[in-house]
């Protein structure tokens, strides 16, 4: 145990639904992240929050639409989905975003297993 | 931006022997290189990591070397055993922004 759970594990949808992935941390950490994982890639970052803030949104369509009510929460909402967007949806969490690394390191949770159909 | 390349994508070795994986990478004020293991059905968990004012790092069976001047740093597995088997990640971070390698499959056959 990471102290990152996310859920659902695992969701199939059709590319007209609306979903919602939701990942927590129990670690008193400030900054959490949002990583897509698919075959033979390395993992792709799609957006950063650190204290509720978002800091980076790596070009990623707006078909996923994050939210961060609270330092403890991270959502990533789904809609109108492509069946490449197919993959293991990560999430990650560290002490905060600052110049020394020690705030950096990078705790995930399980993921959850996207399919669209 | 940061590039990390990793090498070799798939590696399998016999119990016992050792493991090697490099990765390298391009922006030259990256300064913290973690590894991460992956098994199936979890995600990433942070195996070892390394500084950029450290040369060599060791934990048990695992050791981590970097080389500032080459922009290249590798993981060594010794003694590997069957519960080693996973994929390995490993990660530059420069700045604010980690950048990850494309993973190594790790199969060590008993």
């Known amino acids: 145990e990471t102290g990152v759970t996310q859920t659902p594990r695992h969701l199939v949808m059709g590319m007209t639904n609306k979903k919602s992935l939701k990942c927590e941390q129990h670690l008193g950490h400030n900054a959490m992240y949002w990583y897509k994982q698919s075959a033979k890639k390395p993992l792709e970052l799609m957006f950063v929050?650190?204290?509720?803030?978002?800091?980076e949104n790596n070009s990623v369509p707006s078909r996923f639409s994050p939210e961060c009510p609270n330092s403890s929460h991270l959502f990533l909402h789904l809609h109108t989905l492509q069946p490449e967007d197919s993959a293991l949806y990560l999430c990650?969490?560290?002490?905060?975003?600052?110049?020394?690394?020690?705030?950096?390191?990078?705790?995930f949770g399980p993921g959850t297993r996207l399919t669209v159909l | 931006g940061e590039n990390v390349e990793q090498h070799p994508s798939t590696l399998s070795v016999q119990e016992g022997d050792s493991a090697v994986i490099k990765c390298t990478y391009s922006?030259?004020?990256?300064?913290?290189f973690p590894w991460y293991k992956q098994e199936l059905g979890k995600g990433p968990q942070l195996i070892i990591d390394i500084r950029s004012n450290v040369g060599e790092k060791k934990d048990q069976r695992i050791a981590v070397t970097l080389n500032k001047t080459a922009k290249h740093f590798s993981l060594h597995i010794t003694e590997t055993q069957p519960e080693d088997s996973a994929v390995y990640f490993c990660a530059a971070l420069g700045g604010n922004d980690m950048r990850f390698g494309a993973g190594t499959r790790l199969t060590v056959k008993p």
């Open positions: 922006d030259s004020a990256s300064n913290y």
């Open positions: 929050y650190n204290f509720k803030e978002q800091t």
């Open positions: 990650a969490s560290s002490s905060q975003l600052g110049t020394s690394v020690i705030y950096n390191e990078q705790f």
